[in-house]
């Protein structure tokens, strides 16, 4: 079965660091790749995918993911946070194996920057 | 940029009651899903619908949950009977090409059974 998983529940970094939100999957066949951002009570936003092509993937807000097929991570990275990119972070994975490819999420990353 | 819209974006219901959600798909979209997230935790997959019908159901969708599309635009999840367990936050989303290009979420209907 598809999965993907989030091992840290919450990651600290301070404003102007750099940050990466690390995201890990496991699949049978080429994974398609999500991350989502949720901000305090609304709903989740496309951040960026990973289908084919290019392992380094740009998205909205300066976010990007690189897909490593031998780790088989999908960790989101910004090269400088911003205060306002605390948020919950979610990786998901196309499920191959189900009738109509839905997404499974992982747990979830509480980003937070520190001013 | 199209956007999957939802309502309510809040609804208190007593517990034994009736809900439906409603949700307007991006309209050139096939596939449409709904999920649900109890606070702050993980995003959980509910139904998928596909040439007007269930195409994929989980095993929180038992028989007290319903979608439908009645008239081609609209995608409703309706709950019969209403438990505090189902508190959560309901999105619903949809794609092309089956997830190909992407999946586009709404913004949520937050249930609070009381």
């Known amino acids: 079965a598809q999965s993907v998983a989030q091992p840290e529940d919450q990651v600290n970094v301070a404003e102007g660091n750099p940050l990466t939100v690390k995201c890990t999957y496991s699949?049978?066949?080429?994974?398609?790749l999500f991350w989502y951002v949720q901000y305090p009570n609304r709903g989740l936003q496309f951040l960026l995918k990973?289908?084919?092509?290019?392992?380094l993937v740009k998205g909205s807000y300066g976010f990007e993911a690189e897909f490593n097929k031998s780790q088989t991570s999908f960790h989101l990275k910004k090269p400088s946070a911003l205060v306002s990119d605390s948020a919950l972070y979610f990786c998901a994975v196309r499920d191959i194996g189900g009738a109509t490819n839905k997404l499974i999420f992982g747990t979830g990353t509480l980003l937070a920057v520190q001013p | 940029e199209p956007e999957v819209t939802q309502t309510p974006s809040h609804q208190v219901t007593q517990m034994g009651q009736e809900v439906i959600l409603r949700c307007v798909p991006i309209?050139?979209?096939?596939?449409f899903y709904w999920y649900r997230q109890i606070l702050g935790q993980k995003v959980e997959f509910l139904v998928s619908?596909?040439?007007?019908?269930?195409?994929?159901k989980s095993e929180i969708f038992d028989d007290q949950f319903s979608v439908e599309r009645p008239d081609g635009s609209n995608f409703t999840l309706k709950i019969r009977s209403t438990k505090l367990e189902d508190s959560a936050m309901y999105f619903c989303?949809?794609?092309?090409?089956?997830?190909?290009?992407?999946?586009?979420f709404g913004s949520g209907t937050r249930l609070t059974v009381v």
């Open positions: 309209s050139n979209h096939l596939y």
């Open positions: 989303a949809s794609g092309d090409r089956v997830g190909r290009y992407g999946y586009t």
């Open positions: 699949v049978s066949g080429n994974p398609y």
């Open positions: 619908f596909y040439n007007n019908e269930i195409s994929e």
């Open positions: 990973y289908i084919t092509g290019d392992n």
